[in-house]
């Protein structure tokens, strides 16, 4: 099996296009392939999958999860020391109001950190074949072929106007 | 106004990582003169913990100095930062690109010289951790919730931590770029700073996610902590300038004025430090200034509602407060000068399209913003606990010592330094968020014309 790469010029994003719908036509579908660019371009730009995730969990558990801890420590720690003080109650509910806020939200801004890195499948030790030009602009299109595809494909990839291929055995 | 000029990303890149890759020789210079400032304040910060805090000017009643005032003030610039970004992100504002990332980074450190001041004015900073958060299982001794002493650690520590994760999140894909440009143990360093960053769909679609998400967090989280900040004062039964329930939200309309102005100077010192007239132009700016006659007249409101609520009470403490604010030496030219310098003069010049789109004067007028801020706060503190009570049998002026003026002087110069450091390491302009601006920017004709258009971000 064979990484491949298919690199296209900042200014030819059509071409990147073209090459995805051109990969498809062979019969890799856009679960095959993968587009990487120096930059965030609208979704779907080059043809490639929806992209799915479930980021939007991650901070109401941190916040349920925050918000348990917050109320947890403020009435534990004053049933503890229960100090009646001018006839009010033990428990403090402005205060703990307060301590409870700030807890639901860092516990809802540390999840939603987490659930960045989970789901961006960050940090990733081996991220796969890469080049330093994509970060100068060119938009890359990456596939595993096996040996025998190698040639067919990067014909394609020059057919489409790729400006260089790279290939990693 | 658009003045956009569509950049190759090889040039964004050359242009926004210049300083990182190679930083020149007024910058090692800036650093030198900045890391000495530094050391001095810190060796007279060693000294007052040594001799005690009687080294300082507060004295009975007045036992909150400048340390406080500088603590306010620094939490008030850090109010720039989250709400900028995360107001420009959140309402899709094009112009926000080039400000984010050095507003947020101007929260962050802005937020720890916050931190360290009331450290310092503790006297024994070994014990701070304790004060703040005293879980004595030894003797069976607690946290006292009911106090605004814990409820400020709690708001800052949240503030802090989201922030920074805020700068780390959005600093990734840039990361991956220097990555790609550096060579050895530097490589090394970001390529484990990237995290294995290859730019996929999915990695940006989360990257720009996470902006939205993030700053709609970070949001509430900023507008609680100048309120907490200001309950430190406003829970304050015996003190009646400081017992006042419109204390929160005009603390945090003044933190954002104050704020914002700041970030208008940075921002102004990066176009003129880097050479940066391509990515931080006019329009920002301008649209900057527009947002701070906003901002600026909405904090004049508070600050006249304030002012007037307190003498319409017609209480004898009150009014005496007000005469000692407003006519009473060494007061009343402070008072003169803030108000002077916090509205009268910049506001109405910034309604003005020609000063607005002149850099200089923009530079100077919020500068000038912030140091009628830094008085205001001084106004609050100071003359609210130097009045003469019932109970007060020890009573003397304030007058902040040499140590307390050079801290205050040393907290600037540790902003300053620690910015710098950054744009050494880090771009201070995010290369992603440029780039995109230049992907989604398009022109349009119409008629005989080609007119600028933007596509909308999904």
């Known amino acids: ?169 | 106004m658009q003045q956009r000029v569509a950049l190759p990303h090889p040039q964004i890149n050359a242009d926004l990582l210049k300083n990182v890759l190679k930083a020149p020789a007024w910058y090692w210079g800036i650093m030198a003169f900045l890391g000495g400032v530094v050391i001095f304040g810190s060796v007279l910060v060693a000294y007052l913990l040594n001799k005690g805090f009687g080294l300082s000017g507060a004295h009975r009643p007045v036992m909150w100095g400048i340390l406080i005032v500088d603590f306010v003030f620094w939490i008030g610039i850090s109010h720039a930062g989250v709400m900028l970004s995360a107001i420009l992100r959140l309402s899709k504002a094009e112009w926000r690109r080039p400000a984010t990332r050095a507003a947020e980074v101007l929260t962050v450190f802005s937020l720890m010289i916050a931190a360290l001041h009331p450290v310092v004015h503790a006297g024994r900073p070994w014990r701070i951790i304790y004060w703040s958060f005293p879980y004595d299982f030894s003797r069976g001794l607690w946290v006292n919730i009911r106090s605004p002493l814990v409820w400020d650690p709690s708001a800052i520590f949240t503030y802090l931590t989201g922030s920074t994760l805020f700068v780390i999140v959005a600093l990734i894909p840039d990361m991956a770029v220097i990555r790609d440009r550096t060579t050895g143990i530097r490589h090394n360093i970001y390529s484990v700073m990237a995290m294995g960053w290859r730019g996929t769909p999915r990695q940006w679609k989360l990257q720009v996610v996470a902006g939205f998400l993030l700053s709609a967090l970070l949001l509430p989280v900023f507008v609680s902590v100048h309120s907490i900040v200001s309950w430190d004062f406003a829970v304050m039964i015996g003190v009646e300038g400081y017992h006042v329930t419109i204390f929160a939200p005009y603390f945090v309309i003044g933190a954002v004025l104050s704020g914002v102005s700041a970030v208008v100077t940075m921002m102004i010192l990066m176009k003129w430090m880097f050479g940066w007239g391509n990515y931080i132009r006019q329009e920002h700016i301008e649209n900057l200034a527009k947002l701070l006659v906003v901002i600026g007249t909405g904090w004049l409101y508070f600050f006249f509602v304030e002012f007037i609520f307190a003498l319409y009470s017609l209480e004898s403490q009150e009014i005496a407060l007000r005469e000692l604010q407003a006519f009473t030496w060494p007061y009343w030219p402070l008072a003169l000068v803030f108000i002077f310098l916090s509205y009268i003069i910049p506001i109405p010049m910034w309604m003005f399209p020609g000063v607005r789109r002149n850099i200089r004067i923009m530079f100077w007028s919020s500068l000038v913003v912030n140091v009628g801020m830094w008085l205001e706060r001084f106004l609050i503190i100071v003359p609210g606990l130097a009045r003469k009570q019932v109970w007060t049998f020890d009573w003397s002026t304030y007058h902040p010592s040499f140590i307390e003026v050079m801290i205050v002087v040393t907290a600037y110069a540790l902003v300053f330094l620690l910015l710098l450091t950054f744009a050494k390491l880090f771009p201070l302009i995010p290369l992603f968020d440029i780039k995109e601006g230049d992907i989604l920017g398009d022109e349009i004709v119409i008629g005989k014309r080609r007119v600028p258009a933007l596509r909308v971000e999904e």
Request: charged letters at 20%; glycine letters at 10%.
């Open chain 1, 1 to 169: 099996m064979a990484q491949m790469l298919g690199l296209f010029k900042e200014e030819e994003a059509e071409a990147a296009a073209n090459a995805t719908e051109a990969l498809e036509r062979a019969g890799y579908s856009n679960e095959h392939f993968e587009v990487l660019t120096g930059s965030p371009y609208p979704e779907g730009a080059f043809g490639e999958r929806e992209v799915k995730h479930k980021l939007y969990v991650f901070p109401f558990m941190g916040a349920l999860l925050g918000l348990s801890v917050a109320l947890l420590l403020t009435s534990a720690t004053q049933m503890a020391y229960p100090l009646i003080v001018g006839g009010k109650p033990i428990l403090s509910m402005p205060a703990m109001t307060i301590i409870a806020y700030e807890g639901t939200m860092l516990g809802a801004i540390l999840f939603t950190v987490m659930g960045i890195f989970f789901e961006s499948r960050l940090p990733n030790p081996s991220p796969g074949i890469y080049d330093p030009r994509i970060t100068a602009g060119y938009i890359g299109i990456t596939l595993t072929v096996s040996d025998d595809r190698v040639n067919a494909v990067d014909q394609l990839f020059r057919r489409a106007g790729a400006a260089d291929v790279v290939i990693q055995r």
